[in-house]
Nanobody
Framework: VQLQASGGGLVQPGGSLNLSCVAS????????IAWFRRAPGKRREGVLC?????LYSDSVKGRFTAYRDNGRSTAYLQMNNLKPGDTATYYC?????????????????WGQGTQVTVSS
């Protein structure tokens, strides 16, 4: 299993980015996928977890949206109204079967991370 995250970059506050996570070696629709982030000097933080439904952390609720294209084995993280506090390296991760206790980060495979910087 390999996960390849991309789409990060530099964006101004209030801007948007769409991250992608391409999965190879699996049938993505059988898996739960989550996004995490780690800011410099901070602990890893769960962003959202998506299985039969999507669970969002309070810090991104209403601004971030997860969706996937199972035919392309790709999951997406649409991030709107970005804030400087969203600056971090973002990681995708997968596991089965669901999002129970997802924020602890017990996922079987992880992508390599993509950097998001929100700054004016």
């Amino acid at each position: 299993v390999q996960l390849q995250a991309s789409g990060g970059g530099l964006v101004q506050p209030g801007g948007s980015l769409n991250l992608s996570c391409v999965a190879s070696g699996i049938t993505l629709n059988y898996y739960t996928i989550a996004w995490f982030r780690r800011a410099p000097g901070k602990r890893r933080e769960g962003v959202l977890c998506s299985s039969d439904r999507t669970l969002y952390s309070d810090s991104v609720k209403g601004r971030f949206t997860a969706y996937r294209d199972n035919g392309r084995s790709t999951a997406y993280l649409q991030m709107n109204n970005l804030k400087p506090g969203d600056t971090a390296t973002y990681y995708c991760a997968i596991r089965r079967p669901d999002c129970a206790d997802w924020a602890r980060g017990a996922f079987t495979s992880w992508g390599q991370g993509t950097q998001v910087t929100v700054s004016s």
